[in-house]
Antibody
Framework: EVQLVQSGAEVKKPGESLKISCKGS????????IGWVRQMPGKGLEWMGI????????TYSPSFQGQVTISADKSISTAYLQWSSLKASDSAMYYC????????????WGQGTLVTLSS | DIQMTQSPSSLSASVGDRVTITCRAS??????LGWYQQKPGKAPKRLIY???SLQDGVPSRFSGSGSGTEFTLTISSLQPEDFATYYC?????????FGQGTKVEIK
């Protein structure tokens, strides 16, 4: 069974760093892309970027370029989304998704990681 | 960026109704479009890929059509479990973009 299991909810302060994770199982992790999607409270879905864990090839949406870093550790079948300095506007639910190819429609989604910023 | 204009933003319907949701792309995207259903507090779930292919396990009352710039998701007979928010996603060109969502509510 294909699964994407994300790390748990986080409560952070503005200016802090954060790295959330997405562990894939039930398939060949290095043969699929992983994408990240943001959903701000009560809002729609926004595409952030994708990574190919096989060689760490990464593409960012311009809106998120320089704001976050996407990485992967293929040895443990895990992708990451990280911030070096969180802002209040980063409060959101973050989902990882699986894609068969860079041009395919995401099929499986993680359960989401809720990031809450509180001063 | 390719803009995806989804309509309506919300609708009220009764069980058994036929429901149609539309996504219009600002430029041609072939059939590189998927439809997703999201229930409150849950991750989205893929219903349709390649504009008209039904995801395994999704009821046949869901169907998708269109190509180029105009796409439609149809629910032929709305069921209680279908009340949710629906999104389209274009994956033709980066950055990929979602429609704004359509919330389907009970009349």
């Amino acid at each position: 069974e294909v699964q994407l299991v994300q790390s748990g909810a986080e409560v952070k302060k503005p200016g802090e760093s954060l790295k959330i994770s997405c562990k894939g199982s039930g398939y060949s992790f290095t043969s699929y892309w992983i994408g990240w999607v943001r959903q701000m409270p009560g809002k729609g879905l926004e595409w952030m970027g994708i990574i190919y864990p096989g060689d760490s090839d990464t593409t960012y949406s311009p809106s998120f370029q320089g704001q976050v870093t996407i990485s992967a550790d293929k040895s443990i079948s895990t992708a990451y989304l990280q911030w070096s300095s969180l802002k209040a506007s980063d409060s959101a639910m973050y989902y990882c998704v699986r894609l068969f190819s860079i041009s395919s429609c995401p099929d499986y989604w993680g359960q989401g990681t809720l990031v809450t910023l509180s001063s | 960026d390719i803009q995806m204009t989804q309509s309506p933003s919300s609708l009220s319907a009764s069980v058994g109704d036929r429901v149609t949701i539309t996504c219009r792309a600002s430029q041609g995207i072939r059939n590189d479009l998927g439809w997703y259903q999201q229930k409150p507090g849950k991750a989205p779930k893929r219903l349709i890929y390649a504009a008209s292919s039904l995801q395994d396990g999704v009821p046949s009352r869901f169907s998708g059509s269109g190509s180029g710039t105009e796409f439609t998701l149809t629910i032929s007979s709305l069921q209680p479990e279908d009340f949710a928010t629906y999104y389209c996603l274009q994956h033709k060109s980066f950055p990929w973009t979602f429609g704004q969502g359509t919330k389907v509510e009970i009349k």
